[in-house]
C-alpha cells in the first residue's frame, strides 16, 4: 500500500466513516469543510501514530496537513 493509499485510508476512516473520499487529491480538507481544527489535531496524531513521525509544532501548517497531496508530501519526507 503507497503512502497515499494509507493517507486516504485514514482520511476515509476519520471524517469519511470508511467511504471513499469525494474530494480531489489537492483539494483543501479545511476549506471544503471536511475537517475543522479539532479533526486536524486528530488527524496530525493518527498520521504520527502510522507512520511512526514526531510531528513538531512547527510542521503544523497548511501546507503539510491539508490536503491529501500536502499530506503524502509530508510524510514521504519525513520517510
Do not use: Y
Not at 41 to 64: H, T
Request: hydrophobic content about 40%; glycine content about 6%; charged content about 35%.
Amino acid at each position: 500500500m503507497t503512502i497515499r493509499d494509507q493517507v486516504v485510508s485514514i482520511l476515509s476512516r476519520l471524517f469519511f466513516s470508511g467511504n471513499a473520499l469525494d474530494i480531489r487529491d489537492d483539494e483543501s480538507l479545511m476549506k471544503s469543510g471536511r475537517v475543522d481544527s479539532l479533526g486536524m489535531m486528530e488527524l496530525v496524531s493518527e498520521v504520527g501514530k502510522k507512520f511512526n513521525l514526531e510531528v513538531d509544532i512547527d510542521d503544523l501548517l497548511p501546507e503539510n496537513f491539508d490536503s491529501v497531496d500536502a499530506l503524502t508530501r509530508f510524510v514521504e519526507s519525513r520517510k
